[in-house]
């Protein structure tokens, strides 16, 4: 069983194209996933873990969802071609907006959410109607000997949505249920090679930034302006996550991901983050920068709440909680 990631060679940019690793889940126990891609920490794309789910389109969606609520955010298009050294945000500092489910369906439908890049983010499926497929999903966690640190969140949206290059201080898993993802990654090794924003950013913006978070575009790279950036193209990893598939990102891992919508152009997702071996966890400093950065917040975030609470204002006191 190979544990190494694919290769293959181009002349862009003088560097190495490398794909990632593909495996059968009938071909894989839980041993063998840990020694070869848990414990060293490899990516990994399984195949065979969602042969059971049913496709998650939008029909099957608004079905299942009708009227319930869930949280959506208007990115909208130009943020993409922004310097991200003038953010103020990263995509959680974006506010969120609760809508019916079918509300949401129909600006999909209408083409509204792909012009302004409407998103529904991060929701978890505990206490909603796709609570019922929650059994099947889990599955994923018991054929790989993952324990959960997290609930499993939805992810919805259309071709086009970009999640910015990032990393997450925890093991994460990305399941594909509708439509597809192109993935770009980079290892825990090029941490500076890809200008992540300092952990101090939070000081003065709290949670609405994140020090996980590169100022680069990898799809437009500026080698003027972020030197180093040419260092860590030799090292990237690009793929495409088709539907079905269930990608397996090690903590510290720099990823961005971009949705590839089918014939419907709607593409569906759910992730669920996963505890890190300690062999590993202890040694990676990408975690802890996260942690201080999360320590830097806390003013900003207590005088937010202070504020919300002086104010009777519900809604932003329950928007910080989020971001928490």
């Known amino acids: 069983m190979q544990s190494e990631l694919g290769v293959t ?26 020694e070869q891609y848990q414990k060293p920490g490899i990516p990994v794309i399984v195949t065979g873990l969602l042969d059971t789910q049913p496709d998650w389109n939008l029909g099957y969606l608004r079905e299942k969802l009708g009227t319930f609520a869930l949280p959506i ?23 969120a907006q609760r809508v019916p489910f079918i509300d949401y369906a129909e600006m999909l439908q209408s083409g509204e959410a792909r012009e302004h890049d409407v998103y529904l983010v991060k929701r978890s499926l505990k206490d909603t109607p796709l609570e019922q497929n929650l059994a099947l999903l889990q599955r994923v966690g018991e054929k790989l000997g ?8 939805l992810w919805l949206g259309t071709s086009g ?11 994460g898993t990305l399941m594909q249920l509708h439509g597809a993802k192109k ?40 080698f003027e302006a972020f030197p180093r950036l040419r260092q860590a193209f030799q090292h990237r ?28 152009g709607i593409v569906c997702s759910v ?3 996963w505890h890190i071996p300690a062999v590993r966890s202890l040694r990676l400093w990408s975690k802890w920068r996260v942690h201080l950065g999360s320590v830097c917040a806390i003013p900003h975030v207590l005088a937010n709440m202070v504020g919300a609470i002086a104010s009777g204002n519900s809604q932003a006191l329950s928007q910080i ?3 928490i």
Not at 74 to 95: C, F, L, N, P, V
Not at 244 to 263: N, R, S
């Open 183 to 222: 993935v770009v990654l980079f290892p825990p090794s090029q941490l500076y090679n890809l200008y992540p924003f300092p952990f101090w950013v939070h000081l003065r913006h709290g949670l609405k930034m994140r020090a996980s978070y590169s100022q680069v575009y990898p799809e437009r790279p500026d």
């Open 161 to 171: 949505h970009v999640t910015c290059l990032h990393y997450d201080p925890m093991d």
């Open 9 to 34: 060679h181009s002349s862009e940019l003088d560097r190495s194209v490398r794909s990632i690793a593909r495996v059968s889940a009938s071909a894989l126990t839980a041993s063998e996933f840990f």
């Open 73 to 95: 955010r208007r990115y909208g298009r130009e943020r993409y071609k922004q310097d991200k050294r003038t953010w103020i945000s990263i995509g959680s500092g974006t506010e």
């Open 237 to 264: 990893y690009d793929d495409v996550l088709q539907q079905g598939e269930v990608l397996f990102i090690p903590a510290g891992w720099w990823h961005e991901l971009t949705t590839v919508g089918d014939e419907d």
């Open 321 to 323: 909680w989020q971001k």
């Open 271 to 273: 992730n669920r983050f």
């Open 146 to 153: 993952l324990s959960p640190i997290s609930n499993f969140n």
